[in-house]
């Protein structure tokens, strides 16, 4: 199954804004280079904070689960989430949306579950110091 993010109700992507609210091109287009630059940096820098705080509760919300399966600490939590984002190359926000949806029964897709498992099992050994005996089983 190819990875598709599950979508929360409120989700919606922050796309930045060419131009301040209420700027006419024309005025924009009267300022310096170097000031139009300036707000486009700006604008995008705003969109990418609006972007954190709406996906910062799913990220903790995963956190929390990840501990109570990992019986661990949120570093725990966070190296797994972390691994798991490099290992599949999926943003980190949508392997949160994953593990969040599974604990309601949705199954989580291919491409997440054999590099979870396998950031869950490299959790586990750092911690026990010893190979690891446990079997993970993300789903």
């Known amino acids: 199954m190819p990875h598709t ?5 409120n989700d919606t ?3 930045p804004s060419p131009q301040p609210a209420g700027e006419s091109g024309a005025a924009l287009g ?3 280079s170097w000031v139009r630059h300036r707000l486009a940096e700006l604008s995008e ?4 904070l609006k972007q954190a705080i709406r996906t910062r509760p799913v990220v903790d919300q995963a956190r929390g689960v990840l501990m109570a399966v990992l019986d661990g600490d949120a570093d725990d939590a966070w ?3 972390r691994q798991t ?7 980190l926000r949508d392997v949160a949306s994953w593990v969040v949806s599974s604990t309601g029964g949705t199954p ?3 491409d997440l579950r054999v590099p979870m498992r396998q950031a869950i099992e490299r959790v586990w050994r750092r911690r026990d110091g010893e190979g690891s ?3 993970a089983s993300a789903s």
Do not use: G
């Open 85 to 91: 984002s490099q290992h599949a190359n999926v943003p």
């Open 108 to 110: 989580m897709c291919d």
């Open 79 to 81: 190296q797994v989430l």
């Open 5 to 9: 993010r599950p979508v929360a109700d």
């Open 13 to 15: 992507t922050a796309q």
């Open 133 to 135: 005996r446990r079997t």
């Open 45 to 48: 820098e705003n969109a990418q």
């Open 30 to 32: 009267a300022l310096p």
